[in-house]
């Protein structure tokens, strides 16, 4: 399964990099439009250096070098300047790039703000999740659910073969970042509270793990969400039918 982009997750609407409370680099300011609000990275968001990257995925959730410096080979991609070095933040914000339809919390981008956290979005993807820990299965129900709401009401629906790999790997994310890698379970209201704040829940007792996140971490629990999704290839195939995928050349959508 190809590597898991991170920095999708982490980076949405560009405020999501911290680290625990009394680090010497934590200077957490509210994020405006296109800023990061923490120390870890350029406040502005922008010309965010491969090094940058790295270090601020380190020291806020322990992500292995070579992951992060892949996920920054991603992220790089979505800069539309030849030749360019750096990203932005605002550079992921790009359609079909890494942004996406079927969010689990944004709404798409035919329908206008699809950068801004949305709470009637959000409230249906943790409708599945019912406890005080979220499993495996009922991640990917979330996921699931959300896929098959985008295709049947946003009229210019599209998820590319990649952009549908990366609905899985961003439900592995928030379980292997803020949970029990092993066991496949997360406490909900630290994953609650990254979504709706952008922060990482330091405040609710989380803590980055002692072990660094790998890619087998990240592609196996990927693999596992992609096992607990009922039909899943039957979803593929029909998605496959019904719309023509070219992630990264979708035209700009109207907004409506």
């Not at 965010?48 to 322990?62: P, V, Y």
């Not at 990917?140 to 990649?162: D, I």
Request: hydrophobic share 35%; with cysteine.
């Amino acid at each position: 399964m190809k590597s898991i982009l991170l920095l999708s997750a982490l980076c949405a609407r560009a405020s999501a990099f911290s680290i625990p409370d009394g680090h010497p680099l934590v200077h957490w300011r509210p994020a405006g439009p296109g800023d990061a609000n923490h120390g870890l990275l350029p406040h502005d968001g922008k010309n965010i250096t491969e090094e940058q990257t790295a270090n601020a995925l380190k020291l806020s959730i322990n992500l292995n070098e070579d992951v992060a410096k892949s996920q920054f080979q991603e992220a790089l991609a979505t800069n539309p300047t030849p030749g360019a070095t750096t990203f932005s933040l605002d550079d992921l914000s790009r359609h079909n790039i890494i942004e996406h339809d079927a969010s689990l919390s944004r709404q798409d981008h035919y329908f206008g703000d699809d950068q801004n956290f949305n709470p009637v979005i959000f409230d249906q993807t943790r409708s599945h999740w019912k406890g005080l820990f979220i499993n495996v299965h009922e991640a990917a129900l979330a996921r699931k659910a959300r896929v098959e709401t985008s295709n049947a009401t946003n009229p210019e629906f599209t998820l590319s073969k990649s952009a549908l790999t990366l609905t899985y790997g961003e439900s592995a994310v928030y379980i292997v970042t803020f949970g029990d890698r092993s066991a496949g379970t997360v406490r909900k209201s630290w994953v609650e509270y990254f979504f709706e704040f952008e922060r990482l829940p330091t405040e609710l007792g989380w803590t980055k793990h002692e072990d660094e996140i790998t890619s087998s971490d990240l592609n196996s629990m990927a693999q596992r969400v992609i096992d607990a999704t009922e039909s899943s290839d039957e979803e593929k195939h029909s998605l496959l039918r019904r719309r023509d995928f070219h992630a990264g050349h979708t035209a700009r959508r109207h907004h409506h």
